[in-house]
């Protein structure tokens, strides 16, 4: 019972992460990137290796580069994630 308990907990939770996500994409394409850019540091400190967050900083990632290592590395991890 108690492992039912923390699998509905990490659904939740996981569930959250994602809707943040998600907000946080409409901030971009509405052109508020400076506020995601403001709240990257806290998402990525709390959730570091979440695929959502990791898309959202090389999104945010000025140097072309960089963003594209972060890119592949995301697909490579993380195949199976929308993002």
């Known amino acids: 019972m108690r492992y039912k308990w923390l699998i509905l907990i990490f659904f939740i939770f996981t569930q959250l ?10 901030l971009v394409r509405a052109g508020r990137i400076g506020e995601v850019r403001n709240t990257l540091p806290g998402l990525l400190s709390k959730f570091p ?8 900083k090389a999104l945010m990632t000025v140097d072309g580069e960089s963003a594209i290592q972060q890119y592949r590395s995301l697909t490579k991890n993380y195949p199976d994630s929308p993002y």
């Not at 992460?17 to 409409?26: E, F, P």
């Not at 290796?49 to 959202?56: I, K, Q, S, W, Y």
Request: net charge negative.
């Open 17 to 26: 992460v994602a809707q943040d996500v998600d907000k946080y994409l409409a």
């Open 49 to 56: 290796n979440d695929p959502g967050v990791l898309f959202l």
